[in-house]
């Protein structure tokens, strides 16, 4: 079991701990039952999300440091037909996403995730977020633009 799957099993754990504990404050004609259990798994995952981020931040100033030596770059484990060059390529893609998703604030990461990595629409993500799908949908729409603007930062640099 990778380290991932045991944080997100802890997380899971965690939010069905803190739903059992906390049934009494669960108010059915506020919201349904899967949103404000969702609801407490999103902040822990996002409580644990802000803590790796200053891991992260940590590592990578140590990995730069050390001008990657004893880094290894797996990329052919999740596209084997790639030549080399490719697979560098696509590496360095993804830890420059990742670094520049880092820099998002929580809020921007969060509605990223919701939409993106959940795939859930702008409806379910704004029972979640408690504010209008309309208003998600500004919200999305920003934290995309702010995205963009940080991955072409780091391409003029």
């Known amino acids: 079991m990778g380290l991932a799957q045991a944080q997100a099993e802890d997380i899971a754990q965690e ?3 803190r ?3 906390s049934l009494v404050s669960y108010k059915p004609e506020l919201a349904q039952f899967s949103t404000w259990l969702f609801t407490i798994a999103r902040n822990l995952a996002l409580n644990e999300l ?3 981020s200053v891991k992260h931040a940590v590592a990578d100033r140590e990995i730069s440091n050390n001008d990657m030596s004893g880094a290894e770059l797996r990329p052919e484990a999740s596209c084997p037909q790639l030549q080399p060059p490719e697979q560098l390529a696509l590496a360095q893609q993804q830890r420059q996403l ?3 998703l880092r820099q998002l604030p929580l809020p921007d990461r969060s ?3 919701l939409a993106y990595i959940q795939e859930l629409d702008m409806t379910a993500i ?3 977020e408690n504010c209008s799908p309309g208003a998600i949908k500004t919200r ?3 934290a995309r633009q702010r995205l963009r603007e940080l991955l072409e930062k780091h391409y003029v640099e």
Do not use: D, E, G, V
Request: charged residues 15%; without cysteine.
């Open 15 to 17: 939010t069905f701990l």
């Open 126 to 128: 704004a029972r979640i």
């Open 111 to 113: 509605i990223i995730a």
């Open 50 to 52: 802000s803590r790796a």
């Open 98 to 100: 990742q670094a520049a």
């Open 19 to 21: 739903a059992w504990t």
């Open 140 to 142: 999305l729409h920003r």
